[in-house]
């Protein structure tokens, strides 16, 4: 094929594949997702013996994978929550649902929910992936933010996002943390005179909602620090999975592996 060509098919493909519209349905079905995961995380809440989810491992493999955080390993896991063992479906949307932990030595809670706090300090923190961040208002451990996140895999997109971020304090060595998206908009030509927002829900659907779950455990002379993520985006249109595929798949696993690692390198003071 010329080159023309594959320019042409290429933006045919790109115009298809922006062609998403989110459903009542699908919010429902995906609301149903995360009141039956939290539902059963949150029996963990207040348990400081399983308030990590490496430690509801059976042994050995609790040990085994705690010695490999406590050496500057990544713990990552794919995750599915069932209902009654039943899967639970999601009718015009995928669920990417991840959960990862890292370990930082010589550092305590409070630095790390600090850390994590520092909302106008993101996109210094975890550029490229967050490009803006603000702090909209703060009352006590309850925070509302602004956040431009820029995702590239194949394709490039780019969203800008509100949330509501709530922090908890059972004891002096445990936080953690609930946040909600309450809006995504995808960005049409960003930072250009051109930028404009599509409707929200009206667009590549690559993102349209994002709940995250901080967990902050002093022990063993160090904090670890875990993540627990739940987005929703569009299935993948048939015959273009080549294009948004692995966008789609990867981008949900590879982000919480760049927010963990830059989580723990800045802490560490990498």
Known sequence: MKAGGVVILLALAGSQAAAADLQPRTVAAFDRYVAET???????LNDAARFLW?????????????????????????????QAGKKLDVPGGLIHHWL???FVPGI??????????????????????????????????????????FMKKVITVVVNSEHEARFTRPSPTRAYSRIVSTRI????????????????GQDGGYLWRLN???RFLERDGGTYVQCESITLSRRIPTGLGWLIGPFLTSIPKDSLTFMLEHTRDTLAGR
């Open 38 to 44: 939290e539902r059963q995380s949150d029996a963990t």
């Open 54 to 82: 490496v430690d509801d491992r059976a042994e050995p493999d609790r040990r085994t994978r705690l010695d490999a955080l406590k050496k500057g390993g990544l713990l990552i896991e794919r995750l599915e929550t069932r």
């Open 100 to 102: 990862g932990a890292v």
């Open 108 to 149: 305590s809670v409070d630095r790390a929910v600090a850390l994590m706090q520092d909302y106008g300090r993101h996109a210094d923190i975890f550029k490229p992936a967050i490009a803006r961040s603000t702090l909209l208002e703060r009352d006590g451990d309850m925070f509302r933010i602004s956040l431009r996140f």
């Open 185 to 200: 908009a995808e960005v049409d030509h960003p930072d250009t005179p051109k930028e404009t927002e599509k409707p929200v």
């Open 212 to 214: 995250s779950y901080w």
